[in-house]
């Protein structure tokens, strides 16, 4: 079974930090787009950060300097580190997988494997 798992989040006060992590079963997470994105209820979900196939790595204006997005191919794992957090950075963050190896925009409706979500909250 095709599967992510998340963990990590919280809640922090402004300009603290969080870790995000997603753990790939049932296939190789590299060989896909590996994405973050995020949802503020009564919003839509939108992109954060993603890693190609290649590496190339590509980030939201939003959270250019402050996130970083990496993976481990020996845990078939994605990662999110998010420093320097507003309290606009609160929302439910999910991982996901790209629907084709060779998709990496930031179209939602490209990606069909998708982590649980994971709550993170920044206080003002």
């Known amino acids: 079974q095709e599967r992510l798992v998340q963990s990590g989040g919280g809640s922090v006060e402004a300009g603290g930090f969080l870790r995000l992590s997603c753990t790939a079963s049932?296939?190789?997470?590299?060989?896909?787009?590996e994405a973050w994105f995020r949802r503020v209820p009564g919003q839509e979900r939108e992109p954060v950060a993603r890693i190609d196939r290649d590496g190339t790595l590509r980030y939201e204006d939003s959270v250019k300097g402050r996130f970083t997005v990496s993976r481990d191919k020996d845990t078939n794992s994605l990662f999110l580190q998010m420093r320097n957090l507003q309290p606009e950075d609160t929302a439910i963050y999910y991982c996901a997988r790209s629907r084709s190896p060779w998709y990496c925009a930031g179209d939602p409706l490209g990606f069909d494997t998708w982590g649980e979500g994971t709550q993170v909250t920044v206080g003002s």
């Open positions: 049932g296939f190789t997470f590299s060989n896909y787009c």
